[in-house]
């Protein structure tokens, strides 16, 4: 009943925006947690909506005032989820919806262990997995090779998790996350 942050996970490529997209399409209470991030924006990405996208001198900024919930440096670039973000969210009565790798999960949850539900998203195996990234043309090789070294470390992590959903066929990835929400948010 109080779950009230809800944290997405997995390995880049696992389905994270796609499921978080269908989150925010069905349910008109749940907000996004915008990430701040130093990467550059993919040219789908728009400042403010996925990302706040910054300098590292900006971020590094953000650090040094206690700006941040958690932040990690992923791939090389730093990420982080900013104290304003889940604030604003409590005051305006929404629930949160966040898009975070494991170890940033795993800080929600101690930060925020009552409210935190963590959903970690698994594809059903490596080469689909590799398939997909390569398929969604985001990623320079170097980039690519950088998110797929780190699966082995996300992966060990799963069970820490509250649900392990593997992302096979997508309908019924959305359905089965769609289930979770409403059991563990919207009714119990
Ligand atoms: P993440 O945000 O975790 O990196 P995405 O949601 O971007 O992952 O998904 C990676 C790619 O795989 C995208 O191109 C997406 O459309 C595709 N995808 C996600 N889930 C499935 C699925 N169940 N079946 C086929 N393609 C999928
Ligand atoms: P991408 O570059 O694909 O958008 O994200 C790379 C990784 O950073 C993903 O695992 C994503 O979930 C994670 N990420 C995005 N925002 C945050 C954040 O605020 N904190 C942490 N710890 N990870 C984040």
Do not use: C, W
Not at 65 to 79: A, D, L, S, T, W
Not at 110 to 127: N, Q, W
Request: net charge neutral; no cysteine; proline share 2%.
């Amino acid at each position: 009943m109080n779950k009230k942050l809800i944290v997405l996970s997995a390995p880049s490529g696992g389905g994270k925006t796609t499921v978080a997209k269908h989150l925010l399409s069905t349910f008109s209470n749940i907000k996004f947690s915008i990430s701040a991030t130093t990467r550059q924006k993919r040219e789908n990405e728009i400042n403010g909506r996925d990302y706040y996208f910054l300098t590292k001198e900006e971020f590094q900024e953000k650090i040094n005032k206690n700006e941040f919930v958690e932040y990690e440096e992923i791939y090389g670039n730093y990420y982080g989820t900013l104290h304003s973000e889940i604030n604003e969210a409590i005051k305006n009565n929404k629930i949160l919806l966040f898009d975070v790798d494991v170890k940033g999960a795993l800080s929600i949850k101690k930060a925020y262990p009552k409210e935190a539900l963590l959903i970690f998203l698994m594809s059903p195996d490596f080469e689909t997995l590799q398939k997909r990234l390569r398929e969604r043309q985001t990623e320079t090789e170097e980039q690519f090779n950088k998110r797929i070294e780190r699966v082995k470390m996300e992966l060990d992590m799963k069970d820490k998790f509250d649900f392990v959903v593997i992302n096979d066929k997508l309908e019924q990835t959305l359905k089965e996350v769609e289930n979770i929400v409403r059991n563990n948010i919207f009714q119990s």
